[in-house]
């Protein structure tokens, strides 16, 4: 078995395992933790598939801002946590079975889906996917307008999680 | 290739050859060569750090007027084995109620964050880690590792103490963060490279400190406040909350996040030389020797790379060395004012910087190297007299209204 | 590259499941954000490997992805934000209490 | 993949061990003898007084809230940096509506109140 199938089946299982136990655990910052761990999988995916500033900005995005806003939010409520410690639901095996159907029905669809099963062919050796990305994201043909929509969209999610965030004196 | 002209490949290569002939696959025999290779650099990183807690102690003596470690070995030089002979043997007590997994990962974390970022540290031209196409964004990653061990070694300490600590110090880690990431930007606009190895042959001619001697400035302030060292060490004002999120280790565990506090301090001298001060370059050193106008001396390939690796630990040495410089000079500010020079000085501050930057780098194809170095340098120094202006002018408004309400208060008190 | 395309695919279908889950479980409105950050990556690992595997030299995948980064970064900050305000007011992220607007 | 990535991982699987080694060796040689009192949380030399996991300040949480969105925005900037070489001044003003946009968000968590220590 070649090199990078072995890489991808320990991080595959890296991902799944944290995965599980991110919406099992009870502990909520134990369920943080292992998301951080879910995501690292996902970041050396990325970087399996040479797209190396997806992998390093998941990791300063995710792992950086993302996961500690977690568990702060999770040690700001967590009164909440220590009195009653509320799990799952009830009713978790409707879930399972809910979730288990959609992951039969996508496989279905993946493996019947023609050409799925190609490999890639190796980045042309001209191609700085880098500068590319870069040039995608400001030339107006292409991302551009994404590229300053999403730098509004955090604007508003600034002001919105802002203004809900401070305690108004009433 | 001979040994003289490139001895990393060459010894890399000798190892291989004598792997391959003990009938390794070729693969393996490369994998086990670079393996053995990355446990050499760390090594070397490891032995370094020891050297630093020696350092560390006779220069904060020395700035004390006092001697520091002098006893064992001569100069005191053999002090941090005994310490860490003291560390390894000292019981290790986990905390009552601890979460004994998180606790005990924290340290490891720590310090693989800090032994992550010596892969891309280029030490010369030919002794270097890796050449990442996104290495300046690596540096955060690793950064963002190191605040997730903070985090989990303050949770899982189950000690108030831990915990106020681990929100200081994240609260300044992530705070500093922006300004820094803002300004990797400026070489990384200059370079058009984020891999160090070309940010630093990008600085053959013109080391980046003279077109960006503001940047340099900010890069400082915010590593400083990175590593939560003095000025910005609220994380373990021993007279509030004792030592921070590392209050309850003990022992080798505590060691860790000692050494790799120390060690990231190193790592970040070394990086503000890579970012500002040309990295490994010598002036007139190219790859075969020195050219000082026409007279050539020409070296061979080992001399060049040990010169170059000499001088870039002396500049990284020179970071960290104007690191302990502000640490032992300065008080400890407060929370809200690390906050407020963070959020409401550096991080426009350094915005500023990065447009103007932007702006002026279209004239580097236009320019002559030496009137684009010219006009970058004049810009810098036009940002700081503004802002000095500017801050002079807030401070002048503050003193009147100051002045106005003592002068009120007097009137009051006579009537 | 050796790994078929499917393997990516079939990973990030499973790790949306496990995201789905959790976000049809889990009572604390803390862990329902976290099984979305999880749906949110299976997301990405599919443009990621699409990218990688149609045509690397067009980089409409990656720019997508980064584009769900901020869509990511947007939402946990809305969402906590909504939680913490909550929290505030009823002392409680439990879903199922969080009843005002059920009719 | 490439094979920087692979070094990368091996710089990590060096990483874990380097430390977790001495650790070992520490666990191996050194004394292990818990008690109650040692054991104890470290509080000044009284008794621990209440959970020790307290409720903070909300201020940490919001000042991680602007620095997601502000961490989010200058990451985004790299690919910009490196596309200025070859788009030019276009580029640059791009980036700079940009940069702006994050401002203005600076201006509004300043005005809010959101950056003073209250």
Known sequence: ?170 | MTFWNDPINFLSGWLSGILTAWGLPATLAMVLTIFIGIVLLVMFAMTLDIFLVWVERKVVARFQDRIGPNRIGPFGLVQPFADIIKLVIKEDITPDGADKVVFNLAPVMAAMAVILLWAILPISSKIYGVDLNVALLYLVAAGALGTMAIIMAGWASNNKYALLGMYRMVANVIAYEIPMVVILLIPTILADSMSVKSITEAQASTWYVFLSPLGLLIFMISAIAELGRSPFDLNEAESEIVAGFHIEYSGMKFGWFYASELLHAFTFGGFASVLFFGGWQVPFLLADGFHFGSLVVTLPGIVVVLVQALAFLLKALFGYWVIMWVKYSMPRIRIDQMLAFNWKFLTPLSLVLLSVTALLGQLQTVLLPWAFTLVMFVSNLLIIWITIEILRAYARRQRKQEERITAAAAQGAHQ | ?103 | MQSEWLYIGLFLIVGILIPVAPLVIAALISPHKPNPIKQSTYECGIETVGDSWVQFKAQYYILALVFLVFDVETVFLFPWALSLNKMGVFAVLEGILFIGILVAGLVYAWRKGMLEWA
């Open chain 3, 1 to 103: 590259m050796n790994i078929p395309l499917s393997w990516f695919l079939i990973l990030s279908a499973a790790l949306f499941c496990i995201g789905l889950f959790g976000v049809l479980t889990r009572k604390n409105a803390i862990a329902i954000l976290l099984g979305v950050e999880l749906m949110l990556n299976a997301v990405n690992i599919n443009l990621v490997a699409f990218w990688r595997y149609l045509d690397p030299s067009k980089m409409a995948g990656q720019a997508f992805a980064v584009i769900v980064f901020a869509v990511a970064a947007a939402e946990v900050a809305v969402g906590l934000a909504l939680i913490i305000s909550v929290y505030r007011k009823r002392s409680t992220i439990v879903a199922d209490e969080i009843d005002l607007m059920k009719w």
């Open chain 1, 1 to 170: 078995m070649p090199a990078e199938q072995i890489v991808f089946l320990l991080c595959a299982a890296l991902i799944l395992v944290s995965a599980v136990m991110v919406v099992t655990v009870r502990n909520l910052v134990h369920a943080a933790l292992w998301l951080v761990a879910a995501l690292f999988g996902v970041a050396v995916l990325y970087a399996v598939l040479s797209a190396n500033f997806l992998a390093v900005v998941q990791i300063v995005v995710y792992i950086g801002a993302i996961a500690i806003l977690f568990l702060f939010a999770v040690m700001l409520t967590r009164r909440d946590l220590v009195v009653r410690t509320p799990g799952m639901r009830g009713s978790w095996w409707i879930a399972a079975v809910l979730a288990l159907l959609v992951l039969g029905g996508l496989v279905f669809l993946i493996v019947n889906q023609p050409g799925v099963n190609r490999t890639a062919l190796a980045i042309p050796a001209g191609v700085d996917t880098l500068h590319a990305l870069g040039n995608a994201l400001v030339s107006s043909g292409q991302y551009l307008l994404p590229f300053e929509v999403s730098s509004i969209l955090l604007l508003a999610a600034l002001v919105g999680a802002v203004y809900l965030a401070v305690s108004r004196k009433s």
